[in-house]
């Protein structure tokens, strides 16, 4: 994922890389070999993305650089001056200037087959121009014209205008469609691979999928602000947001959920691009799923019956150190302790009580141990938002954690389990002692009273978060804290949006209010990720 914006910086997420310019960066495209921006100051600039070293600057536009296209070595921008430059990357020469638009070039796409280049202006037209530069301008009521696209056996043109419609124009025939759903100005505009589908941003702040034949699919939801740019690629989306969003954010495409949500520019972002540069070449399918490590809705790991007979027996011991402490008691205390204070600096629903079930964490912990290289003995297991404490209860009698900690808010439900804390302590013991097949060792349980969003928990291997009711804000503050590369950690109904997670696995299971979605993660190491990315394609390469 590649960013640039108005903050004069270029954001290679993956590396860590931020490359500084001397101008807002309006737009940029990824080659093999590095990546090409477009600034403020009328200037294309070639860096290399792993060392932000510029490599070579492009002279010949007036204004600013609006747009750029990149096939092969041929490149192409769009400028305010409302020229369109074509230029050899090779040699670094412009070897043409196309001229006709009487306003901004807001927006250039080069054909798949390379034979003709489209542009839209801020002049209410598109324009195709031949290879020998000659121009056609397409007949129909574009209004002000922001992206254009073309389909990847270019038959036919996508566009988004500043009138909120969207348009599908025939290369050949000049039928115009019309889809309509937008509610403000349409910025960007891409088109699949496969022509399968269209997908669009907009100031109206959301992402809309297409069909090709113009159903609206799905609206994605998230940003705060304008979304400036989009780019989609091997069943991914990345959208940037300007205005006070200035975030970048990543989308599956195929359970059209958000993945992450990056922080870091300091202003609008004005272009994102998803690629993979040379040092990552697609050599295969392997490599994709390597480097991008995408999650998988999997079937439920399935137990053994050994483990199935184990996890029951752990469950009788746990329902008997913990039925003094229903749910019931929990929600009642929970409920009466919100209502009363008025100290609380955070929405109300970040505290709604749930509680986890035994048998669906342990069937968690079984999948982590058999599918991803098991849980390391020892370390520290937190549950972050605790409750009444059955959540560190129940890691301690299924893991044999060094410790098991609990961080609660609330007075209240902190007092409970420090009552289930005492019960543990002053049963357990005995009945690991009696039962050493069952349970390998005695984890010590604290429990702390505190906010989870201080980062007294960084000493974490293990993490727990029930976060069904937890905001982007709780979310992201969680997934920023520096934990060690190769924490664990398991989140509901939501990931964490920010500091290299990387998505294990997504299932179902059961909790007290009914069926949650669960989210596997692991902390990743960017700088050694790196490193083993460009291993592991090396390897195959060979």
């Known amino acids: 994922v590649v960013s640039g914006g108005s903050d004069k910086t270029i954001r290679v997420w993956e590396h860590n890389q931020v490359i500084q310019d001397t101008s807002e960066v309006g737009c940029l495209v990824i080659s093999k070999d590095f990546i090409v921006s477009g600034n403020w100051e009328g200037t294309i600039k070639l860096w290399n993305p792993l060392t932000g070293e510029l490599l070579k600057q492009l002279q010949g536009h007036t204004d600013k650089i609006k747009s750029l296209a990149i096939s092969g070595n041929l490149l192409v921008s769009g400028s305010c001056d409302k020229t369109i430059g074509v230029w050899d990357l090779v040699t670094g020469e412009r070897t043409g200037v196309l001229e006709g638009h009487s306003d901004w070039v807001h927006s250039v796409a080069i054909s798949n087959k390379e034979n003709f280049i489209v542009s839209g202006s801020r002049d209410c037209s598109i324009r195709v121009w031949n290879l020998g530069y000659e121009t056609r301008v397409l007949e129909g009521e574009f209004g002000v014209v922001l992206s254009v696209a073309i389909s990847s056996k270019d038959e036919f043109i996508v566009s988004g205008s500043k009138d909120c419609k969207i348009r599908v124009v025939g290369i050949t025939d000049g039928k115009i469609q019309v889809l309509s759903g937008h509610t403000s100005s349409v910025c960007s505009v891409v088109v699949s691979s496969k022509d399968e589908f269209i997908v669009s941003g907009s100031t109206d702040k959301t992402i809309r999928l297409w069909s090709i034949l113009g159903e609206q699919l799905k609206v994605f939801e998230g940003h705060t602000g304008p979304v400036t740019s989009i780019s989609v690629w091997n069943g991914y989306l990345v959208s940037g947001g300007g205005d006070r969003d200035q975030t970048v954010r990543t989308w599956s495409l195929e359970t059209q959920e958000q993945l992450q949500v990056l922080r870091g520019h300091t202003g609008h972002v004005y272009s994102v691009k998803l690629a993979l540069l040379k040092m990552m070449e697609r050599v295969e399918d392997d490599v994709l799923n390597y480097v991008m490590r995408p999650y998988r809705t999997q079937e439920p790991y399935q137990l053994t019956e050994d483990e199935k007979t184990q996890l029951d027996q752990k469950n009788q011991v746990f329902n008997a150190l913990s039925e003094e402490f229903p749910v019931s008691l929990g929600k009642e205390v929970s409920h009466k302790e919100r209502d009363e204070r008025t100290d609380l600096e955070m929405d109300d629903s970040t505290l709604t009580y749930g509680e986890v079930d035994f048998v669906s964490i342990g069937e968690i912990?079984?999948?982590?141990?058999?599918?991803?290289?098991?849980?390391?003995?020892?370390?520290?297991?937190?549950?972050?938002?605790?409750?009444?404490?059955?959540?560190?209860?129940?890691?301690?009698?299924?893991?044999?954690?060094?410790?098991?900690?609990?961080?609660?808010?609330?007075?209240?439900?902190?007092?409970?389990?420090?009552?289930?804390?005492?019960?543990?302590?002053?049963?357990?013991?005995?009945?690991?002692?009696?039962n050493p097949d069952l349970f390998e060792s005695v984890p010590k349980v604290t429990m702390i009273q505190g906010d989870i969003l201080e980062d007294i928990w960084k000493d974490a291997s293990f993490i727990f978060g029930n976060s069904t009711c937890f905001d982007d804000y709780m979310m992201e503050t969680i997934g920023s804290v520096e934990v060690a590369p190769g924490t664990l950690a398991i989140s509901l109904t939501k990931p964490f949006s920010s500091g290299h997670w990387h998505i294990l696995e997504k299932t179902k299971k059961r909790m007290s209010w009914g069926e949650a979605t669960v989210y596997i993660q692991r902390k990743v190491d960017p700088q050694q990720e790196r490193l083993d990315r460009l291993e592991f394609g090396r390897a195959l390469s060979s």
């Open 365 to 434: 912990f079984a999948t982590i141990n058999n599918r991803y290289g098991g849980i390391p003995k020892g370390g520290k297991f937190y549950d972050l938002g605790s409750g009444t404490g059955k959540g560190v209860v129940a890691a301690a009698l299924l893991h044999n954690f060094e410790e098991c900690i609990g961080i609660e808010l609330l007075q209240g439900l902190y007092g409970i389990s420090c009552s289930l804390k005492n019960k543990y302590d002053s049963e357990f013991p005995k009945i690991a002692g009696e």
